[in-house]
């Protein structure tokens, strides 16, 4: 770019133009406008009449609202996803067989690995940008569309050919603050909204009533604090889900009574964390994506609530990911097998309903990895002899807590020595697996076809299993 | 980097054993810590006591401070230099001829883009840290060797093979804030003191009182108003000489009587930059380096003075530099010639005395790039037939401004024009050359040998000129 020349183009149209998008290209987007996100469906449906056919379609994470893209796969103009995360009708349209080629599921470390090797290489960048300058700076905390932190888009916005900023806040050079620099910009395109609010932040980030759930928090809560790892420097994450919001109140509690600080939480930040964050329980946050309102402002205003990209986050072949320096990590599960495999890709059906995420990421990090769920869900049990798809792999997961009973990988010996000498009802996981059986029975088994629909990649880039069409 | 592993080294040889230094390598410096800097000495004295030969020593600049590497010229430890500013011994031993390779004398913006390209592999950045956390995350902010910003250093060590951060600050995990990222750190090594303080922040950083110099800055100012460049949403970046400053104040004054904000200024900020931000008269500063503590404070607690790296100042090469969105530009000059080509690498006698820096960097990319300088320095003219070296290509130069007289580049018939229908005192480069020499006479052709001790490269690469050792 030499001095002079401009990045503001006036129409989504214009920018086709100048990247010659083609078929067979690959065009990513992330997913920190979550189910309010506009700018994918903006673009596919733009490029799609433009007769474009063939894309694969790199998106960080796909949600409900992106529906749509069901009748792009129908129609031949999308035909290979890659995703670290996927729910809702297109999860659902790849597991009937109606994406061409194999989804490739990858982790949220892993895919800016893969980008970043050249794995997964990107054509062109569109970056839903809730503010952006004239020349191609931009940040998440300003404008109406502000979604926190834009973690997920670095290795993006750095690595593909070509990049877009797509805005509906567009602001005088220099924007303030810059998360993603103008070097890594080719394009700025101002549309009327990138988001729809209400779908960017969930309101739901509380924590749960349910009483068996918050049974599951507390005995989370008494392994974590006999695991010694509560003390001065330690470190923590968690989901946004209910139950593990209740572990973080469990925690919050542990820590507060011991007078700990720990360094850091980390990952999706919630308004939980902001609290303990702001209540010195925690030096700082490393934020890759922003839950709520809450954590957004502080995002925004708080100097220790800091920003880190999916690399710096979960990614392996860096020089140090911050999933090296977890300590306790809260997971959860879909199904956990006897071998401590974890699945989070395919729901009880055998249908694409989610996918690691972080989950493998911080497993693999953390010194203590948590799995807390109840024992049957919808009367069927988590436990079995061998889960549909392996998202996370046993050997980087450590305990099961459920409300009947916890379970230790029995390759911590280490840990099943501390915690048997406690109060804590210790079980095999083949006993607890029982356990669920005897109450609901014997679950059927999922019948599938031989035809992939998707391959679940490990953050490494191996493959660690595939999923199958059911039948 | 795995999980569990550790980054903190006991000791500078021990991150030799594990680093594998071995003789003919690059080795990097950032110069934030400028003539107080202790760990370009500290590095190579300890490689040179292991033996280590034939190191090529690749520094974004090189100051007095830096006289020891003479010694380590002369017995052939080093053997190459590469920097984009060099001063003081090092500089006249290299104008000796003591050094076995001709430098390499590169723009800073020219430097990022060497490294990010592959033209200068650097085997081992050596990143002196004011604060690093044990995982590798560093800023320049907190410390007793605090300098502030350091944009110098990121392409250093996002790109070389190996890069150890070495503090005198060695804090928790994770340092807040996080400058540069622990995914490009390999190795921490605690020291005593990377810098002395004194020589970190330079005090001169003021306003000339010299009146010949006022009277420059004054017409400068009067130049850079009828340019009609001075209006909402301007830009502009001087230096930290007394003379710029004296420019940046005159500027100030018709910037409030015009009621006019700026979008940005840029570059090396000092304290006066930082009253301007205050006043409101910019609406954010874009920091490489801070001159002084007064910067290094904003920079720290002030959201608005925001952080920029080398590549994203100057790198030709990247999707946009800063540089090409300034718009007023204040320079100094050692020589000028009648094509307006500019040296600030060599001085009156021939011998290297500085280098680019941000020289040309700027001029390329600004709207309005004006040299600010004394028609005769040491009753020397400083308008020449031809520099002795060419530092900035006089087609980015577009007016220069003495106490006798302004001239226009030529190729600026547009400003031409408008400086003409003012009072100011117009002429071209010959006459100002004329009225120099009527009053010096001609100044003495200084000799040199055909042997080359240095190679200019301009900002893309290329060959821009080479000094030669003088008879």
New interface residues.
């Given amino acids: 770019?030499?001095?002079?020349?401009q990045?503001i183009l006036g129409s989504l149209d214009e920018a086709f133009d100048r990247l010659g998008i083609s078929d067979g290209m690959t065009i990513s987007f992330h997913h920190h406008l979550r189910n309010g996100d506009y700018v994918l469906n903006m673009v596919v449906e733009a490029l799609a009449k433009r007769g474009i056919k063939d894309l694969i379609i790199a998106a960080s994470s796909i949600f409900p609202v992106h529906t749509p893209l069901v009748k792009h796969m129908q129609s031949g103009v999308v035909t290979g996803i890659v995703a670290n995360y996927i729910s809702g009708p297109v999860a659902e349209a790849i597991s009937r067989g109606e994406l061409k080629k194999p989804a490739i599921m990858q982790t949220h470390g892993g895919r800016a690995r893969a980008i970043e090797s050249g794995d997964l290489h990107i054509d062109v960048a569109f970056i839903a940008a809730p503010t952006a300058d004239t020349?191609?700076n931009i940040n998440g905390v300003y404008g109406k569309s502000a979604c926190g932190t834009l973690g997920y888009a670095v290795a993006d916005a750095e690595y593909a050919d070509k990049?877009v900023a797509i805005t509906d806040n567009l602001v005088?050079?220099?924007a303030?603050?810059?998360e993603i620099?103008?070097?890594?910009?080719?394009y700025v395109v101002q549309v009327d909204s990138v988001g729809d609010p209400k779908g960017i932040v969930s309101g739901t980030t509380k924590i749960t009533k349910d009483p068996v759930a918050l049974i599951i928090a507390k005995r989370a809560g008494e392994v974590i604090k006999a695991s010694g790892l509560v003390k001065n420097?330690m470190s923590f994450q968690t989901g946004a889900g209910g139950t593990s919001l209740a572990v973080a109140a469990e925690l919050k509690e542990i820590m507060k009574r011991d007078g700990v600080v720990g360094?850091?939480a980390s990952g999706g930040i919630t308004g939980y964390l902001v609290e303990m964050l702001e209540e010195g329980l925690f030096?700082?946050l490393?934020d890759v994506q922003c839950f709520d309102l809450v954590a957004i402002e502080s995002y925004r205003n708080n100097?220790?609530h800091?920003f880190?990209?999916a690399?710096?986050y979960g990614?392996?072949h860096?020089?140090?990911?911050?999933?090296?320096?977890l300590d306790i990590m809260i997971l959860g599960a879909t199904e956990i097998d006897t071998e401590y495999n974890v699945n989070v890709t395919t729901g009880s059906d055998g249908v694409i309903m989610g996918g690691s995420g972080g989950h493998s990421d911080t497993a693999?990090?953390?010194?203590l990895a948590i799995v807390v769920t109840q024992l049957l869900k919808a009367r069927l049990p988590i436990i079995k002899d061998k889960v549909m798809t392996i998202t996370t792999p046993g050997e980087s997961v450590d305990v099961l807590v459920t409300e009947r009973g916890i379970a230790v990988n029995p390759r911590r010996v280490d840990l099943i020595e501390i915690l048997s000498k406690t109060k804590l009802k210790l079980m095999t996981i083949e006993e607890l697996k029982t356990l669920a059986e005897n109450i609901s029975g014997l679950p059927k088994a999922i019948k599938t076809s031989e035809h992939i629909v998707a391959v679940v990649e490990y953050r490494d880039g191996s493959v660690i299993d595939v999923v199958r069409q059911c039948l």
């Avoid at 860096?318 to 320096?325: F, L, P, Q, S």
């Fill in positions: 770019m030499n001095p002079g020349d990045k020349y191609g990049t005088s050079f220099p303030c603050p810059i620099s103008q070097v890594f910009v080719d420097g360094s850091f030096r700082t490393l100097a220790r800091q880190m990209s690399s710096m990614n392996p860096t020089k140090g990911a911050v999933v090296n320096n693999a990090g953390s010194k």
